[in-house]
């Protein structure tokens, strides 16, 4: 059908098929192809109008919204292996290799072994100690 006139019925089908190859979670262009639409004119299309293009990015997320849910919904459940999985996946701290957090190494201090360390230390000698370690 690609070059061809569409009626108002025959786009409205077409744009339904579209949506459904983009909520499997298909790129713009594999969609277009699956849907027998021409790519280069719902590009543009979507460049054109934030609103298309907005639904076409939240089409395209819905399996990875629906396959977070199942994640989550097995991890409430008590699953371990998916708690493990989740946390291996999305559970990363950041490196704390500057002076800032304590040196070369990791280190995550507590509020109360902070407040112990600093506990003889005076409002001033803290920011001074801080304006040493910023600059």
Known sequence: ?????????ERHE????????LSMGFSLKKACSLAD????TIRDLCYL???????TRALQNTVNVKAR???INSIEQGNT???KW????FDNTEPQDTVLYGGEK??????????QERENETIEEGAERMRDLLC
């Open 1 to 9: 059908m690609r070059g061809q006139r569409r009626t108002k019925e």
């Open 14 to 21: 077409l744009f339904m098929e579209l949506e459904r190859f």
């Open 37 to 40: 639409l021409p790519y280069s």
């Open 49 to 55: 109008d934030e609103p298309l293009r907005a639904r």
């Open 69 to 71: 849910a199942n994640i």
């Open 81 to 83: 292996q998916d708690s």
């Open 86 to 89: 989740w946390l291996e996946k």
């Open 106 to 115: 990791e280190a995550y201090w507590t509020m109360l072994e902070i407040k």
